[in-house]
């Protein structure tokens, strides 16, 4: 046992490297508001999580949020194991109904705390590593058809093989997006057209319908479960859910409808390692393929990604991602990096990572005990 006796919080911001990034209804986002949490114990071990949701206009987050829910959860923590992870969540639920993504860095700092008093990887806890690493995809901002296929080809060029094209705007210009796209790749490459829920129903079948020849997946083109329901069974395409996925009672519902091939487990979406472990695990065993993820983040949650991703069995694996490669800021030091389009987790013990002080800065939340 190792109770914790402080968590701080830490806000960064971290500027894009293409400048913007665009998806449905015209969305962009330029800079991305991030927490860094500090988790520190009684025995001094400090572990680090990061929460930072995509703005407020894509999931029921935002980064303030984040450090309101902080201020008010965090409280209630000092004095629990941090060890203790299924503890630790049933006392946050307790404390905090909902807003998991709040809940998702606390529990993040504690694995890095938990691998760092093991002397373990978070990988190693999860059930060990699958292979040497693991494939990646780049999402592809949207742009008009000849600047997206555009960069497919540059991103294609450093190694990647799978591509997540923003979609989701007017329905002609997205079959221009992804016939474009489609014609620079080879059957080696996996395209997903990412819609973000910004079609309706009758939009997004008329896109599928217009590309019914093209080897596409087809992620959330709706905003509600129904309607996507609804196109999966007008469509051959392969199906991917995320935004609907919110939680183990969401997953469970899609795996009983057949509403999804694959699935997208974001970190945050589900309080964090833990409960995105269980429904990783479940996933596995009724044998429905996986992108490993986060809402977004710096080079705190790619670690946390790569250690989740590189414990799923590799065919189970379809892609996880790679944040900390996107933005300009590094925040960390033993990060993970990606190598010709794939990436493996840490060795060291914990996350494997030591953020950078100089670059978060003194924290704006620092709760301990007296």
Known sequence: MDKIKRISAYKVDLPLNEGSYNWSEGKSVSVFDSTVVAVETEQGVIGFGECCPLGPFYLPSYAEGVRTGLKELAPSLIGQDATNLSNLNLVMDQCLKGHPYVKSPIDVACWDIKGKIAGLPVSTLLGGTHNKDFILYRAISQD?????????MKYRDEGY???????GGDPNEDVERIRSVSNVLDSRDKLIADANTGWLAHEALRVVNAVDDVDVYIEQPCVSYEECLSVRKKTRHPFI???????????LRGIKDKAMDVVNIKISKFGGITKAALARDLCTEIGIAMTIEDTWGGDIVTAAIAHLAHSTQTKFLFTATDFNSYVTVDIADGAPKRE???MSSSKEPGLGINPKMDVLGEPIIDIFKN
């Open 241 to 251: 859910l995320d935004e609907n996925i919110t939680g183990m009672n969401a997953l």
């Open 340 to 342: 010709n389009g794939r």
């Open 161 to 167: 093989r799978r591509f997540q094209l923003k979609v």
């Open 144 to 152: 008009d058809p000849d600047k997206m296929a555009e960069n497919v």
